[in-house]
């Protein structure tokens, strides 16, 4: 069976270092623009705060896979997930392109003038992706249902070229960052959700043994809103960091190594969230084989992250590759040595996760979050009042975080006498 975990597994993991490349694209191309350490602080900034919406449905594809295993839990979720990413999109909406919105980010961020409006501008070019990002999760969630994870890697990579061919094109014709960086994510992202559609018409068949005929639209919300609030604090982690970050001294070249960092560091942080897909899809049978080789994977990975920051290695891809230059790559390094505890921590929450996720328990995962959040925040507070908040700093706020939530996760599950073996359905 392990191997069989492992067929299943690898083309997830590709998947979720294909799409966190294109994030290493994004900054590689920023650091080749005049001024690159203000155009990398200025993209940080909008893409946190259009994570922080995007967020919200990243466990749709978990629930997809629990819930829509019959024609009628098919049609619940996918009108679940309409309605979802419609909403999501009204306050992004809002934030981009009212006064008020910018007069909120301008608070939230200690941001004005050119800053200010450069980072609404993305958030205007980003304003339709949450719908289609909504649908993405949708599709995807069937695919790998069906087990067909191959072809999610394969549908990923497409995705990965097209943002890399765009912000060449970008850069070379001259376009501002804002219209390279946004044109090739909205760009790809529709032509991902197109050939998503495509394959799923031609691949998916649903479970020959149907389970939530009779699924509700309470009992989706119910399913889901622990999950996505648990998302969602992840997205505001970022924003926090940044909101304190971006009021001490020389603060631009803070922001902008801690975006390079976190999102190098999410190369080999992905990867290990793709277990939660193994839990969903063959925790009801096996739960002691999955976690098995969650814990070999993630022994490799700490492994990898390792030797990748404490040597040459890092450098050299930041450098060479992506031409992170001079204090921001200095400073980068150091967050990334700390962040190398992250692998275990979030090995160890995300069985919890899929424990939660197939026992329709995902309360906990949303105490967890809300802890996590708080631990940074006021982790943030304290930092700055005592003048000593700083990227490196920043870095072990997070850390501590995770941990936070992760101890919250297991004692939820275990003072609430959850048993560690999920029941082989449930009925709705």
């Not at 492992?6 to 799409?19: D, E, M, N």
């Not at 706020?397 to 599950?413: D, H, N």
């Amino acid at each position: 069976m392990q191997g069989h975990y492992w067929h299943f597994y690898w083309p997830l993991a590709l998947t979720g270092v294909s799409l966190l490349l294109a994030r290493q694209f994004q900054n590689g191309i920023l650091a080749r623009y005049p001024d690159a350490t203000r155009e990398l602080a200025i993209f940080a900034l909008a893409s946190s705060v259009f994570f922080l919406f995007d967020a919200a449905q990243v466990f749709l594809r978990q629930m997809v896979n629990v819930l829509a295993r019959s024609r009628g839990g098919y049609t619940v979720v996918h009108r679940f997930t309409i309605l979802l990413s419609c909403l999501l999109t009204v306050p992004f909406v809002l934030i981009g392109f009212t006064a008020s919105g910018r007069h909120l980010l301008a608070l939230a961020y200690d941001i004005k003038g050119d800053t200010l409006n450069e980072v609404a501008r993305y958030i205007q070019y980003l304003a339709p992706l949450i719908i289609v990002n909504g649908l993405r999760q949708f599709y995807t969630g069937l695919l790998i249902q069906a087990k067909r994870t191959r072809l999610v890697t394969i549908l990923n990579l497409q995705f990965l070229a097209g943002v890399v061919l765009i912000l060449l094109l970008g850069y070379r014709q001259h376009w501002s960052p804002v219209t390279t960086l946004a044109t090739a994510q909205v760009v790809s992202s529709f032509l991902h959700l197109i050939l998503s559609y495509a394959t799923v018409a031609r691949w998916y068949v649903l479970p020959s043994e149907p389970r939530h005929e009779r699924l509700t639209y309470r009992h989706t919300l119910y399913y889901f809103w622990p999950a996505s609030l648990t998302s969602i604090m992840f997205a505001l982690s970022r924003p926090i960091l940044y909101s304190f970050v971006n009021r001490v001294p020389d603060a631009e070249p803070q922001i902008a190594a801690l975006r390079v960092a976190f999102d190098f560091a999410m190369i080999f942080h992905i990867p290990l969230n793709q277990f939660r897909d193994l839990f969903v899809t063959f925790g009801y049978s096996d739960l002691r084989g999955v976690r098995r080789f969650t814990f070999k994977v993630m022994a490799v990975i700490v492994i990898i992250m390792l030797l990748t920051a404490c040597t040459p290695l890092g450098g050299l891809f930041l450098g060479r590759i992506l031409n992170i230059q001079g204090e921001v790559l200095s400073m980068a390094r150091q967050i990334i040595l700390v962040l190398c505890a992250l692998p275990l921590i979030v090995t160890v929450r995300n069985y919890f996760h899929g424990i939660a996720l197939l026992q329709h328990r995902t309360g906990s995962m949303a105490a967890g979050g809300i802890l996590r959040i708080s631990t940074i925040y006021f982790g943030s507070l304290l930092l700055y009042s005592l003048g000593v908040l700083n990227g490196v700093s920043a870095a072990a706020l997070l850390v501590a975080g995770f941990a936070m939530e992760t101890i919250i996760v297991i004692f939820s599950m275990r003072w609430g006498k959850v048993s560690m073996n999920p029941s082989s359905d449930q009925k709705h």
